[in-house]
């Protein structure tokens, strides 16, 4: 079913704030936003406008980390609000430390690894320049015959390889190419992604099912008043959104409109 629209100037009228919602997960893409304008006369529906005419609306898009664990509650967080001039872009989410154990000295390196925890931390290291060097630490498992617990492998990631690509999921089996191999001052072994690396997910982790419904949240409580921004929170690591489905109550019998 199509979804209905939704006005963003209902959600920024008076003084308020702008809107934002947050829940606590892990967002790996967002498909697309579809953003149609509205005639002020007619309030008619413009599929016809553009943005160098009207007024262009800006969206903010970041995600920030609360938890230590990335199975455990994360937070992303969007603001509509309104701009006069272009779409400026962020800078990318600085993410906190997580730990996913350590690391073995290991004296070969198996291409075939399999990702059985997902580690990610963001290092500041400020250069020379002034600049703030950004990191991803992927803890993956390595898959061997010759092991009867697999042992694990760090591989970094840095900019400009950066974000890491989408599959990259805890339990996932994952195929790593040309990677670059690095030894501690612990004689630790770790690897460091390359312009050649090359990445390929061979299968994706079991899917998992919610057993409860969600229950229904109402658009008209989080914008009255000076109340806060509405927050939910879920465990749950949250691959893909598909699809966001409101329905509509009515304002004399409170009920639900099909």
């Known amino acids: 079913a199509p979804l209905p629209h939704i006005y963003l100037a209902e959600l920024l ?21 579809h953003l149609l304008w509205v005639c002020a ?32 509650p994360m937070v992303f967080s969007f603001e509509l609000e309104r701009k006069p001039s272009k779409i400026i872009p962020l800078e990318a989410p600085r993410l906190q430390q997580f730990q ?28 020379t320049s002034g600049a703030v060097k950004r990191c991803v630490k992927l803890t993956v498992a390595l898959e061997t015959a010759d092991y009867k617990f697999p042992p694990h492998l760090d591989v970094y990631i840095e900019d400009p390889h950066l974000p890491p690509p989408l599959g990259l999921l805890p339990g ?20 460091y992604f390359r312009s050649s690396t090359y990445v390929q997910v061979l299968h994706f982790p079991p899917d998992t099912t919610v057993s409860a419904p969600l229950p229904h949240i109402y658009l008209a409580e989080l914008l009255q008043g000076d109340k806060a921004p509405f927050r939910a929170t879920a465990s749950c690591h949250v691959v893909s959104v598909f699809s966001l489905h409101l329905l509509w109550v009515c304002a004399h019998c409170t009920s639900i409109c099909p």
């Open 100 to 127: 996913c154990g350590e690391s073995p000295f290991l004296t070969r390196v198996n291409p075939k690894i399999r990702l059985s925890c997902l580690s990610i931390q963001e290092p500041e290291h400020p250069r």
């Open 41 to 72: 006369h007619c309030t008619s529906i413009c599929p016809q406008s553009s943005a160098e005419v009207d007024e262009p609306l800006t969206l903010f898009l970041w995600t920030l980390c609360t938890s230590f664990s990335v199975l455990r």
């Open 172 to 191: 996932a089996r994952v195929y790593f190419h040309q990677l670059e191999k690095r030894v501690s001052r612990s004689h630790n072994v770790y690897c």
């Open 13 to 33: 009228q008076g003084d308020k704030a702008p809107f934002r919602a947050t829940a606590s997960c892990h967002v790996v893409s967002v498909f697309s936003l």
